[in-house]
């Protein structure tokens, strides 16, 4: 699934190179593998300005539409607080663009939720929304399905993308009526920019294969994709005459 947010910059301000004379990959500078405040569920981080910052950043931190339970959602890392986990992972990051790549993480993180609820619905009749319990970032870590992508990207790079995942997260959902819980993995990747330069990111999201409900939805949805594709195929070297 490819993402274009929502237009703020003429170009991606995310750093998704690692810090200078360091062999880290690019990741998601939250840690949200870190201790959890009880309160919001969220890592617990600094709201004070970093030394030497020299720009006012907004504390205020956004509620997501990702419900954590059926009573309250996660919210989103303020700007300060943003900023202040890129100074500790050493990104040099020009503090007028934080706010931005704020906005794109939020987003990114909206839209996997909203692919996550696809997954849901073909696979859960109840009308109950399902709550994201709990998820981690993995960003040193490639699933298995990347590591496929990225070595037919190796072996055929003028058809696949040789260029491996910005980030990894593991999201635990879970199902209200039923208690299931159900891990879903995505993989977070740059794509081409838009012509105008507005950055665009691609996600894999998917259940992982953990039961054997969950690897029967990936077949049939890979089924689903690959009939599609033949039908559309044929469709276009066979029109119809209207007439």
């Not at 956004?62 to 300060?80: G, M």
């Not at 970032?137 to 990207?153: H, T, V």
Request: hydrophobic share 30%; glycine share 4%.
């Amino acid at each position: 699934m490819h993402q274009t947010p929502p237009p703020s910059s003429s170009a991606c301000p995310i750093q998704h190179d690692p810090p200078p004379k360091s062999d880290a990959p690019a990741q998601c500078p939250i840690d949200h593998g870190q201790s959890l405040n009880p309160l919001n569920q969220m890592p617990t981080l600094a709201q004070a300005p970093s030394p030497n910052q020299s720009t006012t950043l907004p504390l205020t931190r956004t509620e997501s539409s990702i419900p954590r339970d059926p009573s309250a959602k996660w919210e989103y890392p303020s700007p300060q607080q943003f900023y202040n986990a890129l100074v500790r992972k050493g990104w040099e990051t020009p503090e007028e663009h934080v706010e931005t790549m704020v906005e794109i993480h939020n987003f990114l993180n909206e839209e996997a939720w909203q692919e996550v609820l696809k997954w849901e619905k073909r696979s859960n009749s109840s009308d109950e929304e399902p709550h994201l319990a709990k998820f981690k970032g993995r960003p040193g870590e490639m699933s298995p399905k990347a590591r496929f992508w990225l070595l037919a990207g190796w072996l055929l790079p003028s058809r696949f993308n040789n260029e491996p995942p910005f980030d990894r997260h593991d999201w635990i959902v879970r199902r209200p009526k039923t208690g299931e819980e159900v891990r879903y993995v995505i993989d977070y990747y740059s794509a081409p920019p838009e012509p105008d330069g507005s950055p665009v990111f691609s996600l894999d999201v998917r259940p992982a294969l953990d039961s054997f409900g969950s690897l029967k939805e990936r077949i049939a949805f890979a089924t689903e994709e690959v009939w599609a594709s033949f039908r559309e195929s044929k469709q276009t070297s066979n029109p119809v005459n209207p007439l």
